[in-house]
């Protein structure tokens, strides 16, 4: 039987869960909205992600053997970022904060590493590019800023996780950033929000520094702007990450 690489996309769609699915249902409000202890079990994501994983080197694979090239117009924007596919997602009770909620997430991808061809080739199917995400941080908990108990911005939180105490006393910054933009009716202005907001966004999400370690936070990403302190700028990456990322590129690339 003949599988070409556009029936192995529809089944890549159906193995794994598209990454707003998980929203369908509510966020989940415990009290009043006082803080609770993130959730110490990951989702179960196999046997999915070795089902979809092997669904991409297939299409990989039947893509370079029919010699099939993507338009010249290049659609991917090069980066040290990869791409993912498809997600599970895993919520936590909202925090309730000075006029407004916070709801930890953490999303863990169905498939990690998304080779170039692939994508470019995901990117022409209808819905495609819905499954498609690119983020280096993709593993880790943030949080989704929501102006009420029902609806969700376009805006998330996420810790400087590279960011190292200088001294005691110090506090760990905490950033915003425009996230899923044209997916959420509400779109936040952080621009907006005033000290006594950003500091019980910080003062809420604290505790979880405690409890869990920074690698199991996602960091903020090089757009994002300070939350609290408000004069907060976000640690650069260092050289050594940043060679290290790019050959790594280079020798995903090169399998191609």
């Known amino acids: 039987m003949i599988t070409t690489p556009e029936v192995l996309a529809r089944l890549l769609f159906e193995i794994a869960p598209h990454p707003e699915a998980a929203y369908a249902e509510p966020p989940t409000l415990v009290g009043e909205g006082e803080w609770t202890r993130l959730p110490e079990d990951a989702p179960l994501i196999e046997p999915s992600r070795s089902k979809a994983a092997q669904i991409v080197e297939d299409i990989a694979r039947k893509l370079q053997d029919t010699n099939?090239?993507?338009?010249?117009?290049?659609?991917?924007?090069?980066?040290?970022?990869?791409?993912?596919?498809?997600?599970?997602?895993?919520r936590a009770p909202i925090r309730k904060i000075h006029r407004g909620y916070l709801e930890p997430v953490r999303r863990f991808p169905v498939v990690e590493e998304v080779p170039e061809i692939v994508v470019q080739f995901l990117m022409r199917l209808p819905g495609g590019w819905d499954y498609l995400d690119r983020d280096n941080h993709s593993v880790g908990w943030h949080y989704h800023y929501l102006?009420?108990?029902?609806?969700?911005?376009?805006?998330?939180?996420?810790?400087?996780?590279?960011w190292v105490?200088?001294?005691?006393?110090?506090?760990?910054?905490?950033?915003?950033?425009?996230?899923?933009?044209?997916?959420?009716?509400?779109?936040?202005?952080?621009?907006?929000?005033?000290?006594?907001?950003?500091?019980?966004?910080?003062?809420?999400?604290?505790?979880?520094?405690?409890?869990?370690?920074?690698?199991t936070f996602r960091c903020a990403s090089n757009k994002?702007?300070?939350?609290?302190?408000?004069?907060?700028?976000?640690?650069?990456?260092?050289?050594?990450?940043?060679v290290a990322s790019k050959l790594s590129k280079k020798k995903n690339a090169s399998r191609l």
């Open 165 to 215: 105490p200088p001294a005691q006393g110090t506090i760990r910054p905490i950033f915003q950033e425009k996230h899923g933009e044209g997916r959420y009716s509400f779109q936040a202005k952080p621009w907006l929000w005033g000290d006594a907001k950003k500091q019980s966004m910080h003062e809420m999400c604290k505790p979880d520094l405690r409890k869990w370690a920074i690698e």
């Open 147 to 162: 102006p009420d108990r029902h609806t969700r911005s376009d805006v998330i939180l996420s810790w400087d996780t590279r």
């Open 68 to 90: 099939w090239r993507p338009e010249r117009r290049r659609m991917v924007q090069p980066d040290s970022e990869a791409w993912s596919f498809g997600a599970i997602v895993q």
């Open 224 to 242: 994002a702007g300070a939350v609290w302190p408000v004069t907060a700028t976000l640690t650069p990456i260092s050289v050594s990450v940043s």
